[in-house]
């Protein structure tokens, strides 16, 4: 739309073109991804939620193959065990922070490293998924599949990188 708003129908449609070939350039390079079921962690002012398939961020992360939840909402402490999946992606709050919270260190995805901390709401990534533009996307997937790619291989010895580190 904004393409044609400006007069310029074929960038904008060269640069979709563009950001959905690395999307599929990541999906034929991560076939670990594919149906791995990956709830986004969503921290706000102390609140966990993991966000709704049809957000725009964790669309980013569907697009990459990865299965959402069942679960979405709001998660109360005692339930945390609704990030307990194969992979888990938290937002808006730092690793050191999460871990200090037993309930959160203790879930098996947290202790087996299958964990991806994309730093709190001062980091570049939170803005970049947040706006989930064709200039944004790249750095998201720059930054993002590495780190997925170290969660998702089913090894446990693989260490998953802090991206806020």
Known sequence: MTGRAL?????????????????????????????????????????????????????????????????????????????????LVVVGEVRDALLADPLFAGLDVVREDRTVYLGDFTEDFAGALGFSSPLSLPYALDVAVPLLAQAADGDPATAVEDYAA
């Open 7 to 87: 007069g310029l129908p074929d960038e904008a449609e060269q640069l979709v073109d563009d950001v959905e070939g690395q999307f599929a350039a990541a999906v034929a390079a991560n076939p670990d991804f594919a149906g791995t079921v990956l709830p986004l962690g969503y921290v706000f002012e102390g609140a966990h939620y993991v966000l709704e398939e049809e957000d725009l961020r964790t669309t980013f992360f569907t697009d990459l193959g990865f299965a959402p939840p069942d679960q979405t909402g709001e998660v109360s402490p005692e339930l945390l065990t609704t990030f307990d999946r194969d992979v």
